[in-house]
């Protein structure tokens, strides 16, 4: 029941919901989900580290970089069934129309994720896997 709750309160954000979105298009890592959503590296992370830990994403790191993707679920998982019921509706938001079309354009570099590095440790509370 409890992951159940996570799960559901997880996607009643409209951040979140967004971040998905991208998500399901491409894996992306933190700086790329600041740069298509237009938001905060405190935010994103915050909001990635939610759908992390209610079962919607996996994470790899790819030397500075932490990827975050969609989770391969087993056929009968639930998170199929909430992502499919919310899939179609939000693509047509348009919100998330434009947050796709500043995905094309995220700059995926050293100099972005050094910068990321840096000011995370100028912010110790921030407990995010980015680098």
Do not use: W
């Amino acid at each position: 029941m409890d992951m159940i709750l996570r799960a559901t309160q997880a996607i009643s954000d409209e951040t979140r919901l967004r971040i998905l979105n991208v998500i399901l298009k491409q894996e992306c890592c933190v700086c790329e989900v600041m740069q298509a959503l237009d938001i905060s590296q405190t935010r994103a992370s915050r909001n990635l580290k939610i759908l992390y830990d209610a079962g919607y994403l996996s994470m790899s790191t790819d030397g500075l970089y932490t990827n975050y993707a969609i989770k391969r679920f087993k056929p009968d998982d639930f998170h199929i069934d909430l992502i499919n019921g919310i899939t179609k509706e939000i693509k047509k938001l348009p919100v998330c129309m434009e947050d796709l079309k500043r995905l094309t354009s995220v700059v995926r570099s050293p100099e972005i994720a050094e910068s990321l590095s840096k000011s995370s440790r100028r912010k110790p509370k921030c407990k995010c896997n980015c680098k």
